[in-house]
């Protein structure tokens, strides 16, 4: 079943600590990208890469980092969160050929 | 990517067609109209698209005005697992040199009455 998993799917953390949330696709999709939703801005896109080892920033990187070693994973590294990007967030594949682009499930992160 | 305009929200019957307005009047001539729904905070989810003929499959109809100016999605037959924010999205195909980023707006927020 072609599919985008996010893990983990739900995770409250302190100001400061680093956390990783995963990234994967089985599509074999070159584009990945991370969006994040909060309430009355909408979906907003943090990062994107349109390849292996191409990573370029979206309109709300600040905070965030992304690495893409392989073509399947884009994980999203936030070095040391702050409550502001307490939001959901969404991992994206798809695109080039492919007109649609599939969505994770989403990961809820509350940060205290 | 040109700008699209959706009522903020509307209703529907169960059993009966949904009719979503999308305008997109900047449109140009490289652009498609995507429509994609987000299920209570689930990710979103891809329905169709179309860049100037009516385009139908298993999900929902689209129907772009020859102008190319707006567009309606339509759900034949509403149930309520289709109440859900639907975003009407308009960019350039990456073949054409579009962006690949989706550019989602407020959407409408469609609820399927009993």
């Known amino acids: 079943e072609a599919q985008v998993t996010q893990n983990p799917r739900y995770l409250i953390t302190v100001t400061g600590k680093k956390l990783t949330v995963t990234c994967s696709q089985n599509?074999?999709?070159?584009?990945m990208s991370w969006y994040r939703q909060d309430p009355g801005l909408g979906l907003r896109q943090i990062y994107y890469?349109?390849?292996?080892?191409?990573?370029d920033k979206g309109d709300v990187p600040e905070g965030y980092k992304v690495s893409r070693k392989e073509k399947r994973n884009f994980p999203l590294i936030l070095e040391s969160p702050s409550p502001n990007q307490t939001s959901l967030y969404f991992c994206?594949?798809?695109?080039?050929?492919?007109?649609?682009?599939?969505f994770g499930p989403g990961t809820r992160l509350t940060v205290t | 990517d040109a700008k699209t305009t959706q009522p903020p929200s509307m209703d529907c019957a169960e059993g009966r067609a949904a009719n979503l307005p999308c305008n997109h009047s900047?449109?140009?001539?490289?652009?498609?109209v995507y429509w994609y729904r987000q299920i209570h905070s689930q990710g979103p989810q891809y329905i169709i698209h179309?860049?100037?003929n009516n385009e139908t499959n298993e999900m929902a109809s689209l129907i772009i005005t020859e102008d190319r100016k707006s567009s309606t999605l339509i759900l034949p037959h509403a149930t309520l697992r289709d109440t859900a924010v639907y975003y009407c999205?308009?960019?350039?195909?990456?073949?054409?040199?579009?962006?690949?980023?989706?550019?989602f707006g407020k959407g409408t927020k469609l609820t399927v009455n009993p």
């Open positions: 994206a594949s798809g695109g080039g050929y492919s007109y649609e682009q599939y």
């Open positions: 599509m074999n999709h070159e584009y």
């Open positions: 890469s349109m390849n292996v080892e191409v990573t």
């Open positions: 900047t449109i140009s001539g490289n652009e498609y």
């Open positions: 179309g860049l100037k």
């Open positions: 999205i308009v960019r350039a195909s990456f073949t054409q040199g579009g962006s690949e980023k989706l550019v």
